[in-house]
T-cell receptor, first 116, second 113 residues
């Protein structure tokens, strides 16, 4: 079945460490997104990518980095520069160009990152 | 700067009540507005709205878009405890917008028995 796979589901980071969250999709979607969600709040856009080898900063890109070397993969690295990384991270991909109702966005199951 | 604002941020009601959730947006190249329900993990899709004034319904939930007012409402009638969740509004742009997908802060709905 097609979908988005995020891993790991739970991750603990020590102070000063970089960690990478994986996001893989087999939906043949061009656009992929990373969002951060803090408890009881909405989703804030970190980075997004519309095409391989290209990506744009979202609203809260500082302390994060991404790559898009393959269409299927959009990993997010949380660097030590991100001072408050404890949050729920959601990856999404999107079928662009279809506007006739119905769902065009697919989400992964999310990754919980905790700083210890 | 593009933004999506939802109100209220949180809401507590009793079973059987009717609630209205609001979403307003400022986006340079609006294409569609989407509503999601999030209970534990990934948001689940509710509605996608592209045309003004056309109501979309699914059971006790309904939503409508007003492009003049740059806003949308989500109505839930005869609320149940299972409606307790965060409701997210997102606005999508295409083409000039660069495919950006922006979410509001969410409305946390709590339905008491």
């Amino acid at each position: 079945d097609g979908g988005i796979t995020q891993s790991p589901k739970y991750l603990f980071r020590k102070e000063g460490q970089n960690v990478t969250l994986s996001c893989e999709q087999n939906l043949n979607h061009d656009a992929m997104y990373w969002y951060r969600q803090d408890p009881g709040q909405g989703l804030r856009l970190i980075y997004y990518s519309q095409i391989v080898n290209d990506f744009q900063k979202g609203d809260i890109a500082e302390g994060y980095s991404v790559s898009r070397e393959k269409k299927e993969s959009f990993p997010l690295t949380v660097t030590s520069a991100q001072k408050n990384p404890t949050a729920f991270y959601l990856c999404a991909s999107r079928r662009t160009g279809a506007l006739k109702g119905g769902n065009t966005i697919y989400f992964g199951e999310g990754s919980w990152l905790t700083v210890v | 700067e593009d933004k999506v604002v939802q109100s209220p941020l949180s809401l507590v009601v009793h079973e059987g009540d009717t609630v209205t959730l609001n979403c307003s947006y400022e986006v340079t190249n609006f294409r569609s507005l989407l509503w999601y329900k999030q209970e534990k993990k990934a948001p689940t899709f509710l509605f996608m709205l592209t045309s003004s004034g056309i109501e979309k319904k699914s059971g006790r939930l309904s939503s409508i878009l007003d492009k003049k007012e740059l806003s949308s409402i989500l109505n839930i009638t005869a609320t149940q405890t299972g409606d307790s969740a965060i409701y997210l509004c997102a606005v999508s742009g295409e083409f000039n917008q660069g495919g950006k997908l922006i979410f509001g802060q969410g409305t946390e709905l709590s339905v008491k028995p």
